[in-house]
Protein backbone atom coordinates (compact mmCIF):
# COMPACT_ATOMS: atom_id res chain seq x y z
CA UNK A 1 0.00 0.00 0.00
CA UNK A 2 0.91 3.70 -0.73
CA UNK A 3 3.37 4.90 2.30
CA UNK A 4 3.81 1.26 3.71
CA UNK A 5 7.45 0.08 4.70
CA UNK A 6 8.30 -3.24 4.67
CA UNK A 7 11.70 -4.90 5.72
CA UNK A 8 14.08 -7.35 3.71
CA UNK A 9 16.16 -9.19 5.86
CA UNK A 10 19.41 -11.11 4.70
CA UNK A 11 20.99 -14.30 6.57
CA UNK A 12 24.20 -15.63 6.40
CA UNK A 13 26.54 -18.11 7.68
CA UNK A 14 29.32 -16.95 10.34
CA UNK A 15 31.65 -17.75 6.77
CA UNK A 16 29.90 -15.12 4.99
CA UNK A 17 29.97 -12.34 7.30
CA UNK A 18 33.65 -13.07 7.84
CA UNK A 19 34.68 -13.13 4.61
CA UNK A 20 32.71 -10.19 3.43
CA UNK A 21 34.50 -7.53 6.29
CA UNK A 22 34.97 -4.60 5.03
CA UNK A 23 34.05 -5.56 0.99
CA UNK A 24 31.70 -4.18 -0.77
CA UNK A 25 28.42 -6.02 -1.57
CA UNK A 26 26.50 -4.57 -4.25
CA UNK A 27 22.65 -4.81 -4.75
CA UNK A 28 19.52 -3.95 -7.22
CA UNK A 29 16.17 -4.20 -7.08
CA UNK A 30 13.50 -3.71 -9.94
CA UNK A 31 10.24 -2.46 -8.55
CA UNK A 32 7.14 -2.03 -9.89
CA UNK A 33 3.97 0.81 -9.02
CA UNK A 34 0.61 0.34 -9.24
CA UNK A 35 0.78 2.20 -13.11
CA UNK A 36 3.31 -0.71 -14.07
CA UNK A 37 5.98 1.66 -13.95
CA UNK A 38 9.57 -0.02 -12.99
CA UNK A 39 12.35 1.91 -11.00
CA UNK A 40 16.03 -0.06 -10.93
CA UNK A 41 17.59 0.68 -7.45
CA UNK A 42 21.41 0.11 -6.99
CA UNK A 43 23.45 0.80 -4.10
CA UNK A 44 26.60 -0.99 -2.38
CA UNK A 45 26.89 -2.21 1.05
CA UNK A 46 30.10 -1.98 3.19
CA UNK A 47 30.20 -3.46 6.38
CA UNK A 48 32.30 -0.87 8.74
CA UNK A 49 32.56 -2.85 11.67
CA UNK A 50 31.31 -6.88 12.73
CA UNK A 51 31.57 -8.61 16.15
CA UNK A 52 30.15 -11.37 17.16
CA UNK A 53 28.98 -10.92 20.67
CA UNK A 54 29.00 -13.46 23.77
CA UNK A 55 25.45 -14.99 22.94
CA UNK A 56 27.24 -15.73 19.61
CA UNK A 57 24.85 -13.55 17.69
CA UNK A 58 26.55 -10.52 15.11
CA UNK A 59 26.28 -7.27 15.41
CA UNK A 60 27.29 -4.85 12.54
CA UNK A 61 27.64 -1.28 11.25
CA UNK A 62 26.91 -1.14 7.24
CA UNK A 63 27.57 1.82 5.70
CA UNK A 64 25.05 2.37 1.96
CA UNK A 65 26.77 4.04 -0.88
CA UNK A 66 26.44 5.06 -4.75
CA UNK A 67 22.57 5.02 -4.49
CA UNK A 68 21.14 5.38 -7.86
CA UNK A 69 17.48 5.01 -9.44
CA UNK A 70 16.30 4.46 -12.85
CA UNK A 71 13.39 4.56 -14.43
CA UNK A 72 12.35 1.74 -16.93
CA UNK A 73 9.71 1.47 -19.71
CA UNK A 74 7.85 -1.56 -21.37
CA UNK A 75 7.93 -1.64 -24.91
CA UNK A 76 5.87 -5.00 -25.58
CA UNK A 77 7.00 -7.37 -23.90
CA UNK A 78 11.03 -6.08 -23.22
CA UNK A 79 11.39 -3.61 -20.26
CA UNK A 80 14.04 -0.68 -21.58
CA UNK A 81 16.20 1.23 -19.06
CA UNK A 82 15.55 4.93 -19.40
CA UNK A 83 19.04 6.63 -19.17
CA UNK A 84 18.04 9.95 -17.32
CA UNK A 85 18.67 9.67 -13.24
CA UNK A 86 15.78 10.16 -11.16
Known amino acids: MAGESK ?7 DKMLEKHW ?10 ENHFMQRFKETF ?3 FMWIKKDDDL ?6 NF ?5 FR ?5 DNCIEV ?3 L
Open 65 to 69: QNFRI
Open 72 to 76: FEYHG
Open 22 to 31: AERISMSFIL
Open 7 to 13: EIVFIAD
Open 44 to 46: DIV
Open 57 to 62: SWKCFL
Open 83 to 85: EED
